[in-house]
Structure formats: C-alpha cells, structure tokens
C-alpha cells in the first residue's frame, strides 16, 4: 500500500478532517520549502501538493500565479522542485502530490520525469491541463512507477464523466469547487452541496476538494460530503508579505492549524 493510500485509509478509519495544504516551492522567500512542509506536517497537514512554478498557469488565479513568480525567480525550476523533494523525505513519510502543467514536464522527458519524481519520493501527481482521454501513456508510466494519477472532477462534469474519471484516478480524485480558476472564496454558490452529493454518489474511490477554501466552516461543509479539502491561495496569502523564513514558517503553522 502507497502512502496516500495509507493515509486515506487512516484518516477514514478514525474520521478525522484530512487537510491538504498547497505550496509553491520557495515562496515567498528563498530557502522557505523544506521547513515550510516540515512545520505543516506538525500542524496537521495529512498530505502536502505542492506545486510546480509555470510561467503560464491556466488554471491558477492571481494568488498562485504571483507565487510562481516569485518562485521562478528563486530558482524553483523543475528539477529543483525535485531536488527539494528529495531533501524532505529524508525527514518525512507524508504524502506529497505534485500539482503541475504538461509543459514543463515534457521538456524534461516524460519518462525521465517520473522515475525522477519517484527516485525524490514523490508520490502523486495532478497535471490539470492533460486531458484524462490522453493519458494512456502517462497512466501506464505512472503505474510503472508506483505513481498516484489524481485527475479533475469539475462542476460541469456529468455522472458519466465523474465515474469515468474515478475509474482513471489511482488513489482519489479532486473535485473542483468552481468553475473558473483558484482562489480564496466566500462561498461556492447555491448547488454546491448538490454538486458534492453528486460526486459522492458516482464515485467509488475517494474525492478531495479544492479550488477557494479559505476557513474551517467551509471544510466542515466540505468533509460531510467529501474525504478531504485542500487550501492554497489563503494559505499562500497568509505569508505572502514575510522576509524571512521563520516568519513564513509562525504565520503558515498559524494559519494552517486554525483550519483543524
């Protein structure tokens, strides 16, 4: 059994509100992303995505999108997400989900890519711009691998779709909040419980949600319906402006732990 396996199962046995935080590789300063999943995992954090930097991410808002920016300028290329990777799992056994465009990951090499990302320790990967219908290849090489595919459900997915996805997701799959593109939200509109109940119904794996969640009343909501919720633009917001490491690590750990 995987770790995110493991987890899942662990966090279904003793029902317990699994978390996932996003993070963007060395933002907002240089030097952050080690001890920035360290201090999550203490928080509570029961797996960690983190994110691959692209110039050009679709289906990002300002937040993630500032955040890589940054990120680029500090270095955070591919294969220095990776070489990060590789330096935390010497200090942890969380799972760890990277969350990245096919762009950048083909002008690595595909294959190359994920025997690198499973040398580091990674342990899945949500590449939202591969359509699920091309990713034969892709799933065959992640299964050689031991490599969780995580793909998207949308709210505009029909019942037909949401189980088609759930039959290609390894592990779980992530449901999308809205349409549109991330970022911290007040509410997700009139259906959304409805939009739940239905994915619920046509999936027989486990589904996380993800895209604007911002407060612990929001994933209460959430988790009656689903096996757990990720937070990225509101944690990234809440340590945006700090210049320095343990400042980003105190706010993040703040931050992090309100949502438990």
């Known amino acids: ?21 996003y993070v963007t590789p060395e933002f907002p300063v ?12 203490q928080a509570g954090a029961g797996m960690i995505e983190v994110g691959i930097p692209f110039s050009d991410p679709l289906a990002d808002g300002p937040t993630i999108q500032h955040s890589s920016e940054i ?8 294969k220095r997400v990776l070489e990060l990777i590789t330096e935390v799992r010497k200090q942890t056994n969380i799972p760890l989900i990277l969350m990245g465009y096919i762009n950048p990951v083909l002008n690595y090499g595909l ?21 699920p219908e091309e ?13 969780s595919n995580i793909f998207l459900i949308a709210p505009t997915s029909s019942e037909e779709r949401i189980r088609y996805i759930d039959s ?18 007040t509410s997700f509109g009139d259906h959304f419980n409805e939009y ?13 949600v993800g895209f604007g969640i911002k407060s612990k009343e929001q994933i209460m909501n959430i988790t009656a319906f689903a096996d757990g919720a990720v937070v990225a ?15 980003v690590v105190v706010n993040a750990r703040q931050f992090f732990s309100s949502l438990i």
Not at 30 to 41: M, W
Not at 71 to 78: C, E, R, T, V
Not at 135 to 147: G, P, V, Y
Not at 174 to 180: E, F, I, P, Q
């Open 196 to 208: 739940l109940s239905r994915v619920k119904k046509n999936t027989t794996k486990a589904f996380v």
């Open 233 to 247: 633009s509101a944690l990234l917001q809440a340590i945006a402006d700090k210049k320095n490491i343990g400042d």
């Open 111 to 131: 294959e190359k890519f994920l025997q690198d990302a499973k040398k580091a320790g990674v342990d899945g990967l949500i590449i939202p711009d591969m359509p």
């Open 71 to 78: 990120a680029i300028k500090n270095g955070a290329s591919l």
């Open 168 to 185: 290609l997701s390894s592990d779980f799959s992530y449901c999308v909040s809205v349409t549109g593109v991330t970022g911290a939200r």
């Open 30 to 41: 240089k030097g952050t992303t080690i001890p920035l999943i360290l201090a999550l995992e």
């Open 135 to 147: 990713s034969d290849e892709f799933r065959s090489l992640c299964m050689k691998n031991n490599l």
């Open 1 to 21: 059994m995987n770790r995110i396996a493991a987890t899942l199962q662990q966090y279904q046995s003793t029902k317990k509100t699994l978390v996932i935080p």
